[in-house]
């Protein structure tokens, strides 16, 4: 599965790119598999990744918890917690 992945704010900064198109294997299910997976593709991705339980993603941009799947996603937006005032 080819999914669209787009960064935000810190996230971004680390990994060093806003967005990339990213062939996912198999075994990548769920968005904590995701997660697990995008810390394997350097070390960039694994700095920015290195607290995954406070990494926020939404998936055709609705947010989404570690434990849902990512079949059918068309875009992936990962990002940091937000805080509002």
Known sequence: M???LVY?????????RQEEDLDLPASVVTVRD????????GEEY????QFPNVIRVAIN???AEH???????????????MTGG
């Open 2 to 4: 080819t999914v669209k």
């Open 8 to 16: 935000f704010a810190w996230v971004r900064e680390r990994i060093g």
């Open 67 to 81: 434990d849902e799947p990512i079949a059918g996603a068309r875009e992936i937006g990962i990002f940091p917690p």
């Open 61 to 63: 941009q609705e947010h």
């Open 46 to 49: 694994e700095n920015a990744l």
């Open 34 to 41: 995701l997660l697990a997976h995008l810390t394997t593709l």
